[in-house]
């Protein structure tokens, strides 16, 4: 009888360890946020932000219930062009005086495909003060053991397209910058 009382309550407590939320936060190292756009209709501009931090809790091992909160140094944008660097900066686009970081965070995660790794993801975009919900693909390359640092990480790429002006970003007029904008986002994280 003893013998049983305990296997119940092992099997008890590892419901609850599992249940338990787990935190993950990036690996700079290996985590990148990108975007493209349009140039005049007939050339691709790429660009990244430098500075970001991004975080994700989740009590599931699939991260079916996960929450995504990223922060944006918005200033940290990189073209590859200095003085598009500094116009995108100025009132012209981003104002980053005004409004220095870009966030979001996720709102829901649903499994529309029918494949486990791939998901779709919602939530709330804040960008030159104005907040949006938007939903974008998900994909959860997996978990390894990390050689190096012996901890464990998760992969996940984000992609998906946004419209610049639902942030009153840049002028309206799509013929010189496309209003559509793609995001691609590639993040390792570590577990805590």
């Given at each position: ?101 870009m ?17 779709k993801?919602?939530?709330?975009l ?67």
């Amino acid at each position: 009888m003893k013998q049983i009382f305990f296997i119940l309550v092992a099997i008890a407590l590892a419901d609850l360890s599992f249940s338990q939320t787990t935190a993950w936060k990036d690996d700079p190292m290996h985590s990148k946020l990108t975007f493209i756009v349009t140039h005049r209709g007939f050339s691709s501009i790429f660009g990244l932000f430098q500075k970001f931090e991004a975080t994700v809790t989740s009590s599931k091992t699939d991260f079916s219930d996960a929450v995504f909160i990223l922060s944006v140094d918005v200033a940290s944008i990189n073209t590859e062009v200095k003085m598009r660097d500094d116009d995108l900066n100025s009132p012209n686009f981003f104002d980053v005086v005004k409004y220095p970081s870009m966030t979001f965070k996720s709102t829901s995660i649903h499994n529309t495909t029918g494949m486990k790794d791939r998901l779709k993801i919602t939530g709330d975009l804040t960008l030159h003060g104005v907040t949006k919900s938007v939903t974008m693909d998900l994909w959860f390359r997996g978990t390894i053991e990390d050689a190096m640092s012996k901890k464990t990480k998760a992969g996940f790429q984000l992609t998906g397209n946004i419209n610049r002006t639902d942030f009153n970003v840049g002028p309206p007029d799509p013929f010189d910058i496309s209003t559509d904008v793609m995001i691609k986002a590639d993040g390792e994280f570590f577990k805590q």
